[in-house]
């Protein structure tokens, strides 16, 4: 593995997985905002090595090698960003909200509020 002696590392982004180099500042760190604007929402910034991915750290916005490491030339780092899990669940629980609180026709107003107030969904019959 060859240390950087350059002044960039070389991150991995978008469909086309086009490799883009980043400024290491004078303190032999990164800005996690630099990232932040070629790649919304990433985290932290990934590396393989001899099969086995490791992440750099995140100390006080900055990122940088881990501890007894440095940045590496011949690395391609790739940014973490949020799991798919975490918004497929939170878009699962959003969907049966809409299904709990959907205004129904058949609802008056304050049967709606009731249930919008107790997050019931409770089937209310309806006399003739």
Not at 72 to 89: E, F, K, M, R
Not at 112 to 126: D, S
Request: aromatic share 12%; glycine share 4%.
């Amino acid at each position: 593995m060859t240390t950087i002696n350059s002044r960039y590392i070389q991150i991995q982004h978008g469909v086309e997985n086009e490799i883009l180099r980043i400024p290491i500042r004078e303190n032999n760190q990164v800005y996690l905002s630099t990232i932040n604007q070629i790649v919304p929402n990433a985290s932290l910034l990934k590396y393989k090595k001899d099969n086995v991915w490791y992440t750099v750290d995140f100390i006080n916005g900055y990122l940088c090698p881990a501890e007894g490491d440095a940045w590496h030339a011949d690395l391609i780092y790739v940014p973490i960003l949020p799991d798919s899990s975490v918004s497929s669940q939170q878009s699962a629980t959003s969907s049966q909200r809409s299904k709990m609180f959907t205004v129904d026709k058949d609802y008056s107003f304050g049967q709606w509020l009731y249930r919008w107030l107790t997050g019931e969904t409770k089937n209310y019959l309806k006399l003739d």
